[in-house]
């Protein structure tokens, strides 16, 4: 059984579809077994709810300390599922091939520090782009720069919205991080 930790900051959607597809089976022979809130968020009461152990630990410099002194020592995987602190390079070097985070953009385009939920999906629309979608990718020391494991775009439409461009890049999320999961889990690096 492959273990993974899952970090979230906001609602815990992302977070909600992992769970669904550890339950289901969609992501198999793997268990959820710790989720890290960095804030009070609804992605903590997810974990609760389905009685998966759920920590805080406030953001800042002792973050990362912190999160290694209680990630299970049989930590297969680190799932970014909308998580918007920055882990610092030692932590990532550390777990080098084992975090992974999800992107609303075709990286390398539209990622970096600042770049995360409506920021992306509005400089997109206000550099004229002919396509969006998400990205799955290893977590390095850069933000954004890691190596792609997974990436699935769509042609936007004329008369595109913010609110339009953000639904179909969740509902692409919701496809393919599941996917990725098991790529990493099953074929690591």
């Not at 979230?8 to 959820?32: F, K, W």
């Not at 539209?110 to 629309?125: Q, R, Y």
Request: charged letters at 25%.
């Amino acid at each position: 059984m492959k273990n993974i930790v899952v970090l979230v900051s906001g609602g815990g959607t992302n977070l909600q579809r992992i769970i669904d597809c550890v339950e289901s089976g969609e992501i198999p022979d793997a268990q959820i077994s710790l989720v890290v809130a960095d804030r009070d968020c609804f992605g903590l009461e997810r974990a609760k709810k389905h009685q998966i152990k759920a920590e805080k630990i406030p953001r800042g410099k002792s973050f990362s300390e912190e999160l290694k002194k209680i990630l299970p020592e049989n930590t297969d995987l680190i799932v970014l599922a909308g998580f918007l602190s920055i882990l610092p390079a030692e932590f990532c070097t550390s777990f080098s091939g084992k975090i992974i985070n999800i992107h609303p953009a075709l990286l390398p385009k539209f990622g970096g520090k600042g770049m995360w939920g409506n920021h992306v999906h509005d400089a997109v629309l206000k550099a004229g782009e002919k396509e969006s979608g998400a990205t799955v990718h290893y977590v390095t020391a850069g933000i954004d720069e890691g190596e792609i494991i997974l990436q699935k775009s769509f042609e936007i439409s004329e008369g595109e919205t913010l609110e339009t461009l953000a639904q179909k890049i969740h509902d692409i999320e919701f496809e393919i991080y599941p996917k990725a999961i098991n790529k990493v889990l099953n074929f690591p690096l």
